[in-house]
């Protein structure tokens, strides 16, 4: 079955960078969508990110736009986030998710994910 597990979480400034990575198994030749998700205390869990596994299409909620890319490489079975210019806005936990089949809209909607990472823990310190 497919499992998903994500690194690369920590503190850092504000201004700075941090790299997420996901690695997933069990996605064989079905097709998905890989996306990230964050949930900050209280708050509901948000759309950042997705990409389309086999074509490489990529979507971004406007929080995340011109900071933030999302990529995969399919050879090691692993997707990105790059996340330049962080604020401490963008603390929360962030989720690695996937979706069957391929997704043509603006954001990847939260019931439309099948499979879910544990999390990792982002703070951005003022």
């Known amino acids: 079955q497919v499992q998903l597990v994500e690194s690369g979480g920590g503190l850092v400034q504000a201004g700075g960078s941090l790299r997420l990575s996901c690695a997933a198994s069990g996605l064989g030749s079905s097709t998905y969508t890989l996306a990230w998700f964050r949930q900050a205390p209280g708050k509901e869990r948000r759309f950042v990110a997705f990409v389309h596994w086999n074509g490489g299409r990529t979507s971004y909620a406007d929080s995340a736009k011109g900071r933030f890319t999302i990529s995969r490489d399919r050879p090691k079975n692993t997707v990105y986030l790059q996340m330049n210019i962080l604020t401490p806005e963008d603390t929360a936990i962030y989720y690695c998710?996937?979706?069957?089949?391929?997704?043509?809209?603006?954001?990847?909607?939260?019931?439309?994910?099948?499979?879910w990472g544990q999390g990792t823990q982002v703070t951005v310190l003022s």
């Open positions: 998710a996937a979706a069957p089949g391929s997704f043509f809209g603006d954001s990847l909607p939260v019931a439309s994910v099948a499979h």
